[in-house]
Every structure is written in structure tokens, then in C-alpha cells.
């Protein structure tokens, strides 16, 4: 029997690595051929395109990744066309637009798992876990991808939260090493191997760096009142750290909080973060934003982002005061 290509297509977070190395494995054991891509939802097109080349391959899937409602046409045309040349496409993923577009999605031939689940690991677990030769191994794994979603905490389990420490520190050191996340991703699902040394050197990086990012957030709170805190930090570099502060300011103050920080030349992404004590819907939130202004966005209840003109600055703020107070 021919070997099968196949492509993974995963968000470039520690959930959709994770998910991506069960699927990985279990997939492997069957003897396909596997190509390791990453993406973010706004990006997904572009990285089907990839996907495609240089030759097509006969499944792609799609781990973790919100469906782009602010591309909508475009990316169901690509599936389709996909579909068409044959290329079966499967996408496993617990985002609220992504459930909410299954239907379409279907429709232009995608095999759609979606489940409104904290983290994508519930699902993975359900489909793969068992197709894998050590669901014990593969379970951990699955555990640290609910960890970065905040799905689980890892409390009571000193030895794998210091791994979720080291491994979640090494990814968000730089969102676009996607040589790193395949290396990871192989150092999980090949090697069966938790961490290793180039993962503890980035992650030893990215402490130093988050310890810089949280020491300059103090001077750059542009609205703070008693129910929402707003950061500033487009003009500072900041990796992939904005969840992490946005996070950890929610959990320290007890607001919900914006973190806005440069995506582009004239883009920029606001991340929110809403307490657990608080009513608020963030990826409401983060949808209205982007209709009103100009941008994409969703989430999560608790978690969200939006993509906006870096223009619309002032707009957020006015309008996140307006909602939140
Ligand atoms: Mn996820």
C-alpha cells in the first residue's frame, strides 16, 4: 500500500501542538506520511495554500483553529476547491465560530469534529488517544494542551507543571518559530520525549524576556477603573507573552483586561481576558469590536482576541469603557 501524505495544519499554541502530536502519532502507526504546518486563524488560507504544495496531498487536517468568520466566502471556496481535487479535509476544533459554522462547513465538503469544549484535547482525546501504542504517554500531552488553554491546571501534578512551564514559556518566546513547534511536536510524537534541552534554552529566553514585558506594562496602562484594565503595548515587542500578562494581570486584579499590542504595519490585536467573577462575554466582546471597527474577532466567554486597525486605538478604548465601565 502507498504511503498517504498528509498534513496537519495546528494553531501554533501549546493546545493545538499538543493535539497536533496525538494525531500525529496515531497517524504515524498507520504509516502515513506527515507534513507538520502551523497556523493562526486569520493566516489558515494562506496555509492551506501550503498545504497544497509541492504536490497535493489526500487529507489535511485542520487542529485547533477558529474559523475565520471575517473571510468566510474566500475560505469555504478554498475548501471546496480542495474537496473538489479530492484532498479530504478533516477539522477538529472546540472554537465557538468554528461550531458555528459546521454546517458550511460540511457543506463544502470538510469532515467537521467540533465539541464546545474548554480546549481542543477533549476531542483529539476521544478520536486518537486509544489509536495511539501508549495512551498513557499521550495522555499527559493532552493534559499540558488543556493546561494552555486554562482548561485544566496542573496543580497537583508538580513534575508535569514544571514541564507545562518550560514548554509554554519556549513557545511563546517567539509565536512564529514554527521550526520549534515542529520540533516539538516530533519530540512528543516521535520521540516520546516530554523535553529537552533546546526547549529549556528557549524557555530559560523566554522568562527573562516575559520578566521585562511585565516590569515596562506598569508605565503603559492607558484606562484603568475599577472594573477594566487597559495596556498599551504597541510600541514594545511582545512575542507571544500578551496572553500570559493579560492573564496574570486578570488573576491578579480581578478586571477584565485588554492588552493591545502591534500585529502589522497599520494592524494591531487587543486581547481580553474577563475574570471568572465577572458576567462578561469576551468573545461577544471581541466580535462586536471587529463589526464596529473594522477588524475580525472572537473567542471564548473568558478569552478572546480581536484584529483592528492600529487607527481604531482610541475607538477600543471609548468603546471597551462604554461596555465594561
Ligand atoms: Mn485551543
Redesign the pocket.
Known amino acids: 500500500m502507498a504511503e498517504t501524505q498528509v498534513v496537519i495544519i495546528a494553531?501554533n499554541d501549546l493546545?493545538?501542538i499538543a493535539a497536533a502530536s496525538v494525531i500525529y502519532r496515531a497517524l504515524k502507526l498507520r504509516g502515513a506520511k506527515i507534513k507538520l504546518l502551523y497556523s493562526q486563524p486569520h493566516s489558515i488560507e494562506k496555509i492551506l495554500l501550503m498545504a497544497s504544495k509541492p504536490k497535493l496531498p489526500s487529507k489535511i487536517y485542520v487542529v485547533?483553529i477558529a474559523f475565520n468568520e471575517s473571510a468566510k466566502e474566500k475560505l469555504l471556496n478554498s475548501l471546496k476547491e480542495l474537496a473538489k481535487r479530492n484532498v479530504k479535509i478533516v477539522w477538529i476544533d472546540?472554537h465557538p465560530s468554528t461550531i458555528r459554522f459546521a454546517r458550511e462547513l460540511k457543506e463544502s465538503g470538510v469532515e467537521v469534529h467540533v465539541a464546545s469544549t474548554l480546549?481542543?484535547a477533549p476531542i483529539v482525546r476521544k478520536i486518537f488517544l486509544e489509536k495511539t501504542d501508549d495512551p498513557e504517554f499521550y495522555e499527559k500531552i493532552l493534559m499540558l494542551g488543556e493546561a494552555g488553554?486554562r482548561a485544566r491546571t496542573l496543580r497537583q501534578n508538580k513534575a508535569l507543571s514544571e514541564i507545562y512551564e518550560s514548554v509554554s514559556f519556549a513557545l511563546e518566546e517567539d509565536p512564529m518559530d514554527f521550526e520549534l513547534r515542529q520540533h516539538l511536536t516530533r519530540l512528543w510524537g516521535e520521540k516520546k520525549q516530554l523535553i529537552d534541552d533546546l526547549i529549556a534554552l528557549k524557555a530559560e529566553k523566554g522568562k527573562k524576556r516575559y520578566d521585562e514585558i511585565v516590569s515596562v506594562a506598569q508605565n503603559h496602562v492607558i484606562a484603568d477603573t475599577s472594573k477594566l484594565k487597559i495596556l498599551d503595548m504597541t510600541g514594545k515587542t511582545m512575542k507571544g507573552f500578551s496572553g500570559r500578562l493579560a492573564v496574570e494581570t486578570v488573576e491578579k486584579e480581578g478586571k477584565v483586561v485588554a492588552v493591545m499590542l502591534r500585529s502589522g504595519y497599520d494592524e494591531m490585536v487587543v486581547v481580553l481576558r474577563v475574570p471568572k467573577s465577572l458576567n462578561i462575554n469576551a468573545g461577544e466582546l471581541a466580535r462586536e469590536l471587529g463589526l464596529k471597527l473594522n477588524g475580525s474577532g472572537g473567542g471564548h466567554p473568558k478569552a478572546a482576541a480581536v484584529r483592528l486597525p492600529i487607527s481604531k486605538k482610541m475607538d477600543v478604548v471609548k468603546l471597551l469603557l462604554q461596555k465594561v465601565g
Open positions: 494553531h493546545d493545538g485547533d472546540h480546549s481542543v488553554d
